[in-house]
């Protein structure tokens, strides 16, 4: 195989079998891939994400946010969550929100222009709820704690 089909192949194996979900968006935040992860994550079939706005995927209550931020990096090319892990409420089929943390890739055509963002999604509700669980039981037994004189 040439090298640079091998490449593309290896590029579209590894967005297809990750666990993880792979979505992008266009411009103008409307769903132009979505992996088997993204499916099983967000409970949404391809045909039935594909040509939809992020909004199916985004808790009401957070969409304006969503919206001014992904239009300014539309407008100026950047994000700090391209480097950073960004973490935040997701909404699934069945209304479940879920708690997530996902990375950006801003992808630019020849020129510069932004075409949209790639996101890698992982669901991190287990341990979110871990966590809250573990530092609800240390406020408790802080709580029993005589206080110092």
Known sequence: MEESLLKEWLCNKIVEESNDAVIFSDRNGVIRLCNGGAERMFGYGADEALGQSLDLIIPENLRQR???????????????????????????????????????????????????????????????????????RVRELEARQPSAP
């Open 66 to 136: 969503h919206w001014d931020g992904y239009y300014r990096v539309m407008e100026s090319g950047a994000s700090h969550y391209s480097i950073d892990l960004l973490s935040a409420p997701a909404l699934r089929k069945d209304g479940t929100r879920i708690s997530t943390e996902f990375s950006l890739a801003l992808l630019k055509d020849a020129n510069g222009k932004m075409l949209g963002v790639a996101s890698i999604i992982r669901d991190v509700t287990a341990r979110w709820q871990r966590e809250k669980e573990l530092k609800e």
